[in-house]
């Protein structure tokens, strides 16, 4: 199962992932982004392309 790592200090809650992510790994939690679903991530490092500010890591 890989690793997902939100790096809050550069996340800015543009939701981009959730939106990206083709298997619902993410979820909006109150005020901010979290991965609900991980054993869901097939890696295929959408969630970390699209990021505009590089605050996903996905590691197998």
Do not use: H, L, W
Not at 33 to 38: D, L, Q, Y
Not at 48 to 53: K, L
């Amino acid at each position: 199962m890989p690793t997902i790592t939100i790096d809050y200090e550069k996340c800015t809650f543009c939701q981009t992932c959730v939106s990206t992510c083709p298997m619902g790994v993410y979820e909006v939690q109150g005020d901010k982004v979290v991965v609900a679903n991980p054993d869901e991530c097939v890696v295929c490092r959408a969630c970390e392309a699209a990021c505009p500010n590089e605050a996903i890591t996905v590691e197998e």
